[in-house]
């Protein structure tokens, strides 16, 4: 099936063939009859399937078509909720792509920047809003915005908006939308929280599901390095190295760790930046923009970044920490493998990790790869293994696990493909390099 056997408009089919698109994913090919026929969806898409496409080229085609769009000042015709900025923003990207050859205008609204710009914006009239809950709930209570005449509601990621604590939030800003509406529900797994929301959102809904819930795509490449805490960024920076990786999105636990990593990585002459909610929005942006242009090779993440980022043809992540939500594994490793292009997920799990690695395979119902051979000394990781929490170490040091290999006498290729020093361990001064 080709896009121009949906039903779209010649505008719509123009703005697609543009960006080099020429068959519609699955989730695209089931959802976009059924948005143009009117009906409410429950779709449940992994990352990287075309799901933003999927509801973003009917509901442009469904607003055109309606002569109400002509009425000024401009109404809010629809609405799309999203959990984060980072999401936010690329639905807003996805949304002008698409829409370039339409007489509609789109705006986002999220928090961290200054919300004079978005009034005024605001103010002038938009037939799209792309917002984040909490700021979309500021222009509302201010009377920036009104949502009595919106005719679709798209909750995208609507699991993650429910795991961040925003059903308050999103019950809130339904109250203010009127009870005629089309209602879109997009989530990558089905809890039964989910179940509840959308028995309480949608009306008659069709449901969409193209790939088993939980699962991870096809295209992605997985491995477990089992390796003792202390010598994980020993072995990430060889990784980089060795394998000359230009680009490779890196997940930690905690902001503090995004940061500390950062800087361990650039004192291995590679070149690395650090994302997560205590950044501004502006440094945000920046670090995102040098990540995808090249002009930093690692992107060192917490989970702020597992969800949204859409950056083409991604091809390594790795779980420097491991997630302490199984489901958020899937949606971390979800960032490479997209649009039927093949990536590679490594997760460094040490033996204090092993029951969350544990509880991902049971998520999983199967077992991701060890690689056999680490170069370290050996560990286990199985959970009866695992150090009670918070129990003293047990290390004599009389056992050396620095690394085996040799990395060219602590030599090895940066992200650039210019030979840099690796400093090795992290134990502070004293070590030297290989």
Same mark, same amino acid.
């Given at each position: 099936?080709?896009? &121009?056997?949906?039903?779209?408009?010649?505008? @719509?089919?123009?703005?697609? =063939?543009?960006?080099?698109?020429?068959?519609?994913?699955?989730? #695209? #090919?089931?959802?976009?009859?059924?948005?143009?026929?009117?009906?409410?969806?429950?779709?449940?898409?992994?990352?990287?399937?075309?799901?933003?496409?999927?509801?973003?080229? /009917?509901?442009?085609?469904?607003?055109?078509? &309606?002569?109400?769009? =002509?009425?000024? /000042?401009?109404?809010?015709?629809?609405?799309?909720?999203? /959990?984060?900025?980072?999401?936010?923003?690329?639905? *807003?990207?996805?949304?002008?792509?698409?829409?370039?050859?339409? /007489?509609?205008?789109?705006?986002?609204?999220?928090?961290?920047?200054?919300?004079?710009?978005?009034?005024?914006?605001? *103010?002038?009239?938009?037939?799209?809003?792309?917002?984040?809950?909490?700021?979309?709930?500021?222009?509302?209570?201010?009377?920036?915005?009104?949502?009595?005449?919106?005719?679709?509601?798209?909750?995208?990621?609507? &699991?993650?908006?429910?795991?961040?604590?925003?059903?308050?939030?999103?019950?809130?800003?339904?109250?203010?939308?009127?009870?005629?509406?089309?209602?879109? @529900?997009?989530? =990558?797994?089905?809890?039964?929280?989910?179940?509840?929301?959308?028995?309480?959102?949608?009306?008659?809904?069709?449901?969409?599901?193209?790939?088993?819930?939980?699962?991870?795509?096809?295209?992605?490449?997985?491995?477990?390095?089992?390796?003792?805490?202390?010598?994980?960024?020993?072995?990430?920076?060889?990784?980089?190295?060795?394998?000359?990786?230009?680009?490779?999105?890196?997940?930690?636990?905690?902001?503090?760790? =995004? &940061?500390?990593?950062?800087?361990?990585?650039?004192?291995?002459?590679?070149?690395?930046?650090?994302?997560?909610?205590?950044?501004? #929005?502006?440094?945000?942006?920046?670090? @995102?923009?040098?990540?995808?242009?090249?002009?930093?090779?690692?992107?060192?993440?917490?989970?702020?970044?597992?969800?949204?980022?859409?950056?083409? #043809?991604?091809?390594?992540?790795?779980?420097?920490?491991?997630?302490?939500?199984?489901?958020? +594994?899937?949606?971390?490793?979800?960032?490479?493998?997209?649009?039927?292009?093949?990536?590679?997920?490594?997760?460094?799990?040490?033996?204090?990790?092993?029951?969350?690695?544990?509880?991902?395979?049971?998520?999983?119902?199967?077992?991701?790869?060890?690689?056999?051979?680490?170069? +370290?000394?050996?560990?286990?990781?199985?959970?009866?293994?695992?150090?009670?929490?918070?129990?003293?170490?047990?290390?004599?040091?009389?056992?050396?696990?620095?690394?085996?290999?040799?990395?060219?006498?602590?030599?090895?290729?940066?992200?650039?493909?210019?030979?840099?020093?690796?400093?090795?361990?992290?134990?502070?001064?004293?070590?030297?390099?290989?």
């Amino acid at each position: 099936m080709s896009f &121009d056997q949906l039903g779209l408009t010649e505008g @719509l089919l123009k703005a697609v =063939a543009e960006q080099g698109y020429t068959m519609p994913t699955p989730v #695209q #090919q089931q959802a976009i009859p059924l948005i143009l026929e009117g009906r409410d969806v429950l779709a449940g898409a992994q990352t990287g399937t075309g799901k933003t496409a999927g509801f973003t080229l /009917p509901l442009l085609q469904r607003l055109k078509a &309606d002569p109400s769009q =002509a009425r000024k /000042p401009r109404p809010v015709r629809a609405l799309i909720l999203a /959990p984060t900025r980072e999401l936010a923003v690329q639905v *807003h990207e996805s949304v002008k792509t698409y829409g370039k050859y339409l /007489p509609l205008y789109a705006e986002a609204i999220y928090g961290g920047v200054n919300i004079n710009a978005q009034i005024r914006n605001l *103010h002038r009239g938009c037939d799209i809003i792309i917002a984040t809950p909490g700021r979309l709930i500021d222009h509302v209570l201010q009377k920036n915005v009104d949502l009595s005449r919106v005719e679709i509601l798209v909750l995208d990621e609507a &699991d993650r908006m429910l795991d961040m604590g925003f059903m308050p939030d999103i019950r809130k800003i339904l109250s203010w939308l009127p009870e005629a509406r089309q209602n879109l @529900l997009f989530s =990558a797994t089905y809890s039964n929280e989910i179940r509840t929301l959308a028995a309480s959102v949608l009306r008659d809904p069709v449901e969409v599901e193209v790939a088993r819930q939980n699962a991870t795509a096809d295209t992605i490449s997985e491995r477990v390095y089992g390796i003792n805490r202390e010598y994980k960024r020993e072995l990430l920076s060889y990784l980089i190295g060795s394998g000359n990786w230009k680009q490779v999105l890196v997940f930690v636990r905690t902001k503090h760790g =995004a &940061d500390r990593l950062e800087k361990q990585l650039q004192q291995d002459g590679i070149r690395a930046g650090a994302l997560h909610g205590d950044k501004t #929005q502006g440094a945000r942006n920046k670090v @995102l923009e040098y990540f995808k242009t090249g002009k930093i090779a690692v992107l060192v993440a917490t989970d702020i970044a597992a969800r949204g980022l859409d950056i083409e #043809q991604l091809p390594h992540v790795v779980n420097f920490d491991l997630p302490q939500v199984a489901e958020d +594994y899937v949606h971390r490793i979800g960032r490479t493998g997209r649009a039927g292009s093949s990536g590679e997920a490594l997760s460094l799990v040490c033996p204090e990790e092993a029951y969350l690695l544990a509880e991902i395979e049971k998520l999983l119902k199967r077992q991701i790869p060890r690689v056999a051979d680490t170069g +370290y000394e050996p560990v286990s990781l199985k959970v009866l293994d695992m150090p009670k929490k918070n129990a003293p170490n047990k290390n004599t040091g009389k056992t050396d696990y620095r690394h085996k290999k040799r990395i060219d006498r602590g030599r090895a290729k940066s992200g650039s493909g210019v030979r840099k020093d690796v400093k090795t361990g992290s134990r502070g001064k004293g070590r030297g390099t290989r």
